[in-house]
């Protein structure tokens, strides 16, 4: 529970010092569009309006993204529902009076692991799984490479 309350002073802070940066992103869009309505040129100021618009979108979805977590009312029942399926499990086995077989301890260690990969997943840069965005961003670069290349390809040709 301690994990929910100290989650909006994580997000106060990172808004801090994410508002600088949007406040310049803001002020680059006003300069951009006073410069589309100067020179309504789409080779001169369209495409970097355009790439500008990208920009401010893409730190809105990583915003939204990192803001975006399981509540910590759905963790607590989570640790419920554990807690509660190894209840009855212990208590299934004592009524038996015989010693459980290795299924019901491999069914426990389930369960225990699936709520420990949610909560661990949930938070992407801490825990023992950690989510490196280093292949997606060495992808984007490939495909822009690439498109770079086609492009220059196309231009180079001459007209027939």
């Known amino acids: 529970m301690a994990?929910?309350?100290?989650?909006?002073?994580?997000?106060?802070?990172?808004?801090a010092l994410i508002a600088p940066s949007a406040a310049l992103l803001?002020?680059?869009?006003t300069l951009g569009v006073d410069a589309a309505?100067?020179?309504?040129a789409p080779a001169r100021t369209g495409l970097s309006l355009q790439a500008l618009n990208d920009t401010i979108d893409s730190?809105?979805?990583r915003d939204a993204e990192l803001k975006r977590q399981v509540p910590g009312l759905i963790l607590l029942l989570l640790l419920a529902s554990f807690v509660l399926t190894a209840g009855t499990v212990v208590y299934a086995v004592g009524i038996a009076s015989e010693r459980p077989p290795a299924i019901t301890?491999?069914?426990v260690l389930q369960i225990a692991l699936l709520a420990f990969v949610v909560v661990d997943l949930d938070r992407p840069r801490r825990g023992l799984i950690q989510v490196s965005q280093d292949s997606l961003l060495k992808l984007q670069?490939?495909?822009?490479q690439a498109a770079a290349q086609r492009s220059n390809r196309s231009c180079d040709r001459e007209p027939a």
């Open 141 to 144: 670069v490939e495909l822009h």
């Open 26 to 29: 803001g002020r680059l869009r």
């Open 105 to 107: 301890h491999a069914l």
């Open 37 to 40: 309505q100067i020179d309504p």
């Open 59 to 61: 730190l809105e979805c």
């Open 3 to 15: 994990a929910s309350r100290e989650s909006p002073d994580r997000f106060s802070e990172r808004d």
